[in-house]
């Protein structure tokens, strides 16, 4: 597992090769196979292929064009009625002020860092994009009140090859029993 966390980057160029079914059935499942807070299992994917769709989604994301050349998107969201029951249920935007949210949160990056880590195992290449409020993603989409999104994957086939950006080193961010 470590070469694919070493090699994955975010691209942003993709080639017009098509993502199988098959493909995105495998990304799907390893995010579905992620850990979450009591086997809550909050994710839902919604697969777009659709370019009309796609451009509304580009659209609310802050209009980032480049991610119209992905042949596929993986919209990734959290249902919050997993946690918060349906009397306190309301529309979640950014700051929902829901204790629980934090949990759905978390447990939507674990589930989306395994599919980055599948996608890149597969060949494949994304970048996860959330420059969005989360009500114009959801009218772009088409997902009701009740999904947070967490990000949204264009994926493809890489068209670049982007170099790997400087990280902190181990010494930087690891101390033993203490922290001074």
């Known amino acids: ?22 493909a995105v059935r495998q990304i799907i499942e390893a995010g579905r196979l992620a850990p979450s807070g009591n086997n809550s299992q909050p994710w839902k994917f919604l697969v777009i292929r ?10 609310a994301d802050s209009n980032q064009q480049w991610m119209l050349d992905a042949p596929v998107f993986i919209v990734c969201m959290g249902d919050i009625r997993t946690r918060i029951p349906e009397d306190v249920l309301r529309c979640v935007d950014e700051d929902p002020g829901l204790p629980d949210m934090r949990r759905i949160v978390r447990d939507m990056g674990i589930a989306v860092g395994y599919m980055l880590l599948e996608i890149e195992h597969m060949g494949l290449s994304t970048c996860w994009t959330g420059a969005y409020e989360q009500k114009a993603m959801r009218e772009a ?17 890489a068209a670049e090859a982007p170099k790997a950006r400087p990280r902190k ?12």
């Open 169 to 180: 080193s181990y010494d930087d961010m690891v101390r033993f029993e203490h922290w001074e």
């Open 50 to 59: 659709d370019e009309e769709t796609k451009k509304r989604i580009v659209a």
């Open 1 to 22: 597992m470590m070469k694919e966390i070493e090699s994955r980057r975010s691209v942003r160029k993709y080639q017009t090769r098509p993502v199988s079914e098959e």
């Open 141 to 157: 989409a088409g997902v009701p009140d009740y999904m947070y999104i967490s990000g949204v994957l264009p994926i493809g086939y």
